[in-house]
């Protein structure tokens, strides 16, 4: 989950995404060819999805009859927010309170929500949704989505436990698809930090401060600098920093792993010793030749143990994995001119060794060997999607060799016939 305090007077609000345990496998489920299964697995799914979200207003008829007179209206005086859990004796009426005032999209604007499109200016949320009695899946630009039964045109999605504990706006929303995960995650990741100056005003400021006698190349500098490396700090975001309250938790500790033999420099330095640290990767290559350390892999091997200073020093295992980032990146494309690199890279990451020459498995390369790797059955299913971009570029690698075998036998029968043709004609 990452916190976020966007914008000059942006609230802190939080954006995750959260694993569920004994979930249904979308993709599993929808992956079959049978009308029956696929009826049964959008069952499951939908029956678990209303068991988690909903888009259903506690406040009004359940039958759709979205009557405007029968909305309650927000809960300000005194503020529903305001009021402790722990102190609620009608659980139900106060989850009625919140969804009137915390759920509902009553207001679009050109400044938030409001985008021209296709001539017109619509809601870029959706807003008002269809009603629907109940929930379904259908599918929207090739990927299946779940539209939840709605009774309020207007109400984000929401969990009614976290909408009564949080207290505040929420939007849920259940992804059953592998790209809409990661372009989320990859969005909120990236996103940039706004600025509110107008160029005009930074111009004024940068040219109030700039000498008479200041080249253009200075000016050019101090205009970069003023756009891309100033950011506007929020009222809540300056208490936050005031208070010395962390801006970053994770539940999780990250290790970077260096998979190019690059080592960091020590920070002292001593007359005829080494300036560089031991790598992960250099105790790995020298762990003890023991049953327990012998298959172990790279990866699981800096996930699950904390690396000693010294080699050949005991090997403690950690509280909890880490989550291991290895660098460089490279391309994972099979086409790409990184790919022999990443093959390596995954060799190493995935496949024991001690030395490097033994991930080559009496390839020549690295590519080939990662291929007989993946096509061995012995991989972590972290390498599907390898898998499967291997076999569509064996599949492309093939389907030219065909066409290439069709071209030259089209060829040679040209040859064979225009043969025939001269020699008949000469007779």
């Avoid at 403690?316 to 880490?322: A, F, L, Q």
Wanted: aromatic share 8%; net charge neutral; charged share 25%.
């Amino acid at each position: 989950m990452e916190p976020q305090i966007t914008g000059s007077g942006g609230s802190p609000h939080v954006h995750g995404v959260a694993w569920l345990h004994n979930a249904p496998d979308i993709e599993k489920l929808l992956s079959s060819d049978d009308s029956a299964e696929l009826l049964d697995a959008a069952e499951r799914i939908t029956a678990y999805v209303d068991g988690l979200v909903s888009t259903m207003n506690p406040g009004i008829p359940a039958d759709g009859n979205n009557i405007i007179n029968s909305i309650p209206l927000p809960k300000i005086k005194p503020h529903v927010c305001n009021q402790q859990y722990q102190g609620i004796n009608n659980l139900e009426m106060d989850l009625v309170d919140l969804v009137a005032t915390c759920q509902r999209h009553t207001r679009c604007s050109t400044s938030y929500c409001l985008k021209r499109k296709r001539g017109k200016q619509e809601c870029r949320f959706g807003y008002p949704k269809p009603l629907q009695q109940v929930t379904t899946i259908t599918t929207q630009e090739g990927e299946p989505v779940v539209l939840t039964s709605r009774n309020d045109n207007l109400l984000n999605a929401y969990n009614p436990v976290q909408l009564s504990a949080w207290r505040a706006n929420v939007d849920m929303q259940y992804i059953v698809s592998r790209n809409k995960v990661i372009k989320y995650v990859a969005k909120y990741a990236t996103k940039s930090e706004p600025r509110s100056k107008g160029l005009q005003e930074v111009y004024s400021t940068i040219m109030k401060s700039i000498k008479e006698d200041a080249t253009p190349l200075k000016v050019v500098q101090k205009l970069l600098t003023s756009t891309i490396g100033e950011r506007d700090f929020s009222a809540q975001e300056t208490c936050h920093l005031l208070l010395m309250l962390p801006l970053f938790r994770a539940s999780r500790d990250f290790v970077v792993l260096s998979l190019d033999g690059s080592r960091q420099v020590t920070e002292t330095f001593e007359e005829d010793k080494s300036v560089t640290v031991d790598s992960q990767l250099d105790h790995y290559c020298a762990r003890p030749d023991v049953p327990e350390f012998r298959e172990v892999s790279l990866l699981k091997f800096v996930q699950k143990y904390r690396i000693p200073k010294k080699i050949g020093s005991a090997l403690v295992p950690r509280n909890k994995d880490v989550i291991v980032i290895p660098r460089p990146y490279c391309s994972p494309d099979p086409q790409g001119p990184q790919y022999e690199q990443y093959s390596k890279q995954k060799l190493m990451l995935h496949k024991p060794f001690v030395q490097l020459d033994e991930l080559l498995g009496g390839c020549d390369t690295y590519a080939p060997a990662y291929a007989t790797f993946l096509q061995s059955g012995n991989v972590p299913k972290s390498l599907a999607d390898d898998i499967h971009r291997l076999e569509m570029a064996q599949a492309e690698d093939q389907q030219t060799v065909d066409e290439e075998v069709t071209i030259i036998y089209i060829f040679k029968q040209f040859i064979f016939y225009s043969f025939l043709c001269i020699l008949f004609a000469g007779m």
